[in-house]
């Protein structure tokens, strides 16, 4: 069973504006994002647009592109329409990649993927990677994840989950995994990268916003909210972070150049 990658793309951001066309080693960072997904052995892969100038920029790069609604309130939604524009099939899988990660690891997408394909009972995988400082470990911009031991989602959270009762009362300096015996697995960060089944994407877009996910501000509690399963697949390699900012955009221009040299 194949899979197919979806990228949404925003042309507004309070924080960096016109993000998506931002420049990166001659090309857009749309376009940059798409070239990495085409190595993941996806069947096809579009970029979903809410403005024609993305489109346009998409074209002239060979990069496949649709244009979507431009009042939709998340990525997931703009996805969900995109599948009825591509009228992709309701069991297919499609992976959401974020249109400003254009270093993303194309086998990190390919991991996603083949969690659905491996599993047809499952509708929704994302992935993990262990946390190495404190300074991420009690940063709620750094979101945490519990898994069971079938490597499904228990919780996400913006605090430091589990607690750590007996090592972190008092003290902030050390993380969990410091004592290995006591857990059955590392802190884990979650990487804000899905695989959906299509249908399950749909269903996800039509459910109301919980209590939870208003809470911790995180969309995916949604999904743990009605019942439903999230797989993780946990990868032992932190990816490089994505652009937000004029710096972080410096940032991975830099990286990209040294990548290219």
């Not at 995180?218 to 937000?244: C, K």
């Amino acid at each position: 069973m194949s899979f197919h990658v979806l990228i949404p793309a925003r042309l507004a951001s309070s924080r960096l504006p016109s993000k998506p066309l931002a420049d990166i080693g001659g090309a857009p960072m749309v376009v940059r994002v798409a070239q990495r997904a085409l190595l993941s052995g996806a069947q096809s892969v579009c970029v979903a647009a809410d403005d024609i100038s993305i489109v346009d920029a998409c074209n002239r790069h060979h990069i496949r592109a649709i244009l979507t609604d431009l009042d939709h309130p998340s990525g997931s939604d703009r996805l969900a329409q995109a599948c009825d524009i591509l009228n992709l099939d309701a069991d297919a899988v499609v992976v959401n990649v974020q249109g400003d990660e254009p270093l993303i690891e194309p086998e990190l997408i390919h991991s996603v993927a083949e969690c659905l394909i491996a599993d047809p009972l499952l509708g929704v995988a994302t992935a993990a990677t262990p946390i190495e400082t404190t300074e991420d470990w009690f940063n709620p911009n750094v979101v945490k994840v519990v898994l069971s031991n079938a490597e499904r989602a228990l919780y996400f959270s913006r605090s430091p989950i589990p607690y750590w009762r007996d090592g972190s009362i008092g003290s902030k300096e050390r993380l969990p995994i410091a004592l290995p015996t006591s857990l059955d697995q590392p802190v884990l960060r979650h990487i804000g990268i899905y695989a959906y089944r299509v249908q399950a994407l749909k269903q996800f877009s039509n459910w109301p916003s919980c209590a939870l996910e208003k809470t911790e501000a995180l969309e995916q509690l949604r999904i743990l909210w009605q019942g439903q399963s999230i797989q993780v697949v946990v990868t032992p390699q932190s990816p490089y972070p994505g652009v937000d900012t004029p710096s972080d955009l410096e940032r991975i221009r830099n990286v990209w150049r040294k990548l290219h040299e």
